[in-house]
């Protein structure tokens, strides 16, 4: 005769255990659906990081149209003025350049300012000589920031695109 109370605690455990995986696996899709879409699937390290990335980028965004406000609505002192305005015209000068290897693909994300002359012509032109053909381009003007998105995939998924070289080539270009 079969031991009963032997078996219980297993069957019990792995019940636990697959309600556990199932309730990680339903977070981790509410949190999916949170983010902006993306290329392709992305596993849960990969989804993580994103999430994190936009969050920090939400919060700065946040500070950014908090600081706008003040400056709008008027500061008690023209020091802070002064700063907050002295702060968003650096900002417009600087670009930000950021190259994700997402495997076969590749992300491209360029922050900068309006009064920054690049073309982006010659960005994608890198592109292509490093082997990547661009799939999605998009933008957007915020005040007077200009944010582009470039997806690329590699002309052969076998070879892929060398990250770095991109990244060296496009910060030569761009700043």
């Excluded at 290329?39 to 999430?51: H, M």
């Excluded at 292509?128 to 995939?153: C, H, K, P, W």
Aim: positive net charge; hydrophobic residues 35%; glycine residues 6%.
């Amino acid at each position: 005769m079969p031991r009963r109370g032997r078996s219980s605690p297993r069957v019990d455990r792995n019940a636990l255990e697959r309600d556990r995986r199932q309730y990680m696996k339903e977070l981790s899709s509410r949190l999916g659906f949170l983010l902006p879409p993306p290329l392709s699937k992305r596993s849960l390290p990969e989804l993580l990081d994103q999430a994190t990335t936009h969050v920090k980028q939400l919060g700065q965004r946040v500070e950014m149209l908090k600081q706008k406000k003040q400056l709008l609505e008027g500061s008690d002192t023209d020091d802070q003025i002064t700063g907050i305005r002295d702060q968003m015209m650096s900002d417009s000068w600087s670009p930000v350049l950021t190259v994700r290897d997402l495997g076969s693909m590749l992300e491209v994300c360029v922050k900068s300012g309006s009064n920054k002359k690049f073309m982006l012509h010659q960005v994608i032109q890198v592109l292509v000589e490093e082997a990547a053909q661009v799939v999605a381009l998009s933008y957007s003007n915020v005040g007077d920031r200009i944010f582009y998105t470039i997806n690329a995939e590699a002309v052969s998924p076998r070879i892929g695109i060398e990250t770095s070289r991109v990244h060296e080539r496009l910060k030569e270009l761009i700043f």
